[in-house]
């Protein structure tokens, strides 16, 4: 069975800081791409950056130069730094993965979510 944990959640000013990490686990043959989405509150969940395995990257609009992502292949992990965080940036952040795992053939999988609010 394979899992995605987010973590580095949480309340931040405006202008401030967080840095997410998503942590795969399990039965996990090759990971092609690792992503991260958000969903603010009341909208659709939406694209905000991904990394395939040879590290082309892609953002948001709104968060190129504000955001990085990264990853670490040894430790199955994706980074998300967040750099001057704005009220809009609130939302809940999904972890994605584009998987070969125990069924033979490459799947998406999607953490549990973390909350990320952004409030003077």
């Known amino acids: 069975q394979v899992q995605l944990v987010e973590s580095g959640g949480g309340l931040v000013q405006p202008g401030g800081s967080l840095r997410l990490s998503c942590a795969a686990s399990?039965?996990?043959?090759?990971?092609?791409?690792m992503g991260w989405y958000r969903q603010p509150p009341g909208k659709q969940r939406e694209l905000v950056a991904t990394?395939?395995?040879?590290?082309?990257?892609e953002y948001a609009d709104s968060v190129k130069g504000r955001f990085t992502i990264a990853r670490d292949s040894d430790k199955n992990t994706a980074y998300l730094q967040m750099n001057s965080l704005k009220p809009e940036d609130t939302a809940v952040y999904y972890c994605?993965?584009?998987?070969?795992?125990?069924?033979?053939?490459?799947?998406?999988?999607w953490g549990q979510g973390i909350q990320v609010t952004v409030s003077s």
């Open positions: 994605n993965a584009d998987l070969l795992g125990a069924s033979g053939f490459f799947q998406d999988y």
């Open positions: 399990g039965s996990i043959f090759a990971i092609y791409t």
């Open positions: 990394i395939t395995e040879d590290g082309r990257t």
